[in-house]
């Protein structure tokens, strides 16, 4: 008999700060810089796909207005 041990999720990488304010000019939110549809369907994307994501969000900052980012 052989015993089956399932193995406990593994947790998904998120640029998520629990800053969760879109900015209506960019639809970028102010705390990670994601879109909506990217917030949404984040637990379906491939790892690849994440980091790729990740990877532009640091460029994203400059599209909203700097009033906004208490800059």
């Keep these: 008999m052989s ?6 999720p593994r947790p998904v990488a998120t640029p998520c700060i629990k800053v969760c304010v879109v900015d209506g000019a960019s639809s ?4 990670c ?3 909506l549809s990217e917030i949404a ?8 796909e994440r980091a790729v994501i ?4 640091p460029a994203r900052r400059d599209r909203i207005d700097p009033a906004l980012r208490g800059t």
């Design 41 to 48: 369907g984040w637990s379906r994307l491939s790892d690849d």
């Design 3 to 8: 015993l089956i041990v399932a193995q406990p």
């Design 54 to 57: 990740m990877s532009e969000l």
């Design 33 to 35: 810089y994601r879109t």
């Design 28 to 31: 970028l939110c102010l705390g």
